[in-house]
């Protein structure tokens, strides 16, 4: 999340770390697991003053949740259930509720794909320099291509 500038809808600038994602399956994943999912949705966190994204997704190989296809098909309770933890998370530190943006909705999938080209471009800027890397290019050869392309 770009700790540079304010996300014009929350208003507030990124944590600048990497955007959190948060998966919905029974089956909790392994540390370092690489797995294809389904985007169903994002909200805001708005911890220390800075946007914090979480992103809504379940494993598309999960049989269970393959009706899961927005965030309109995750249960009510599910949704305030994530909120409230994460409203409340920080309280056993000793600190105070956290807020949201975006009025604590849960945006749709639409607009969590969007949050997720928009944490990778500032991904890409912050690890290559420019957001246009050749990912096809072998790692060693990618600074001359940003250096020509700047």
Known sequence: ENSKEKHPDTDAVGDNDPVDVLQLNAEPCKTGEVMAVRVLG???LIDGGETDWKVLVVRDDDS???HLQDVTDVPAETK?????????????EGKGLNTFGLNEAIMDKKYGMQVCEETHLHWRTLRYGNSLVNLLVPEPQRPALVSVAE
């Open 42 to 44: 994002v909200f805001a």
């Open 64 to 66: 269970a949740t393959r």
């Open 80 to 92: 305030t259930d994530l909120i409230e933890w994460y409203r409340r998370y920080k309280t056993a």
